[in-house]
């Protein structure tokens, strides 16, 4: 009761004290990507521009972009949201085409401001003779770190590329360095391929990557790391992890996810803030930590105590405990084991203790600033 009740107070919700238990034997972490390590939604992460001498680089890339956004403007396209979403963040202003066209498989075809823009993949571009040779190598590149790449065309000419990718939540890659600072190995699997797998691990550091997995097979993988003997937490978000998180010893479902994910979970991680996981492992440690803690103390007492009550001192030193004292120090034990147990009021996560501990660093220097300016 006092561990879930001091996970709760960090924003993560044990459904039952075995889940607790197994918490604190965890060995592996397997992570699930989409959803769970990454946004699950695409934006646009590099924008390049051809230079032909006319326009400056920084004016080029916003102008690619503008184009780009104006010509999905309407597309209901995971990719073309994105753009458009990431036009908006930039501060573009995007005014309605004057016609719009989309290309299934290819991409889309808009008249913008008198001229004629093509947004699309390569196929797209070799079907209207745009040649893109010019930046091929940088789309390559892009791609071979998991991205989507689209080029856009201005009146037949290469204007740019714009590549758009999942990118990882604020606190994937710190959650997963302090895993591996408390002796875990971090794995993530996903249904996506290979290279876009890896070059997800790569940014966040995960040691084992389970690539191409069937939703259906995820469950599997699972059962296979524990076939080697180790307690493995799942931390996942979808429909397609719940089979997995009922398998794993521990199932972490993220808040956000979906029903079923939580449903199923032994765990509810109810911020978006993948840290929460290790709040949840440091808690189940310093919970059992308490309960061993109390058996030993418990035990201890007694095997001290019970051989007195009975009457162990008598024979020496004439010494008899009398029921009233005895039912007083049977009640000091149970007392000490629950002021033990309070003592738990007191933990606090290390992230949460690292972020006292930078607030009160920051703090003297906005005093000193403070007291400068008087
Ligand atoms: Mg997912």
Redesign the pocket.
Known sequence: MAGTGKAAEHGVLFKNAEAIENASKLKVIVF?????LTK?EPSVTDVVAMDDGRMMNDEGHSSVLRLAAIAEKNSEHPLGEAIVRGAEARGLEIPDAESFNAIPGHGVEARVEGREVLLGNRKLMRERNVDISPLLPQAEALERDGKTVMFVAVGGQLAGLIAVADTLKEYSAEAIQRLHQLGLEVAMITGDNRRTAEAIARQVGIDRVLAEVLPQDKAEEVKKLQAQGLKVAMV???V??APALAQADVGMAIGSGTDVAKETGHVILIKEDLRDVVVAIEVAKATMGKVKQNLFWAFAYNTLSIPIGAGLLYPVFKLVVSPEWAAFLMAVSSITVTLNTLLMRGFVPSIRREERRREAAQRPLVAATVSSGK
Do not use: C, E, L, S
């Not at 699930?32 to 769970?36: A, L, M, Q, S, V």
């Open positions: 699930d990507k989409t959803g769970t699950g996942g978000d979808g397609n992890d």
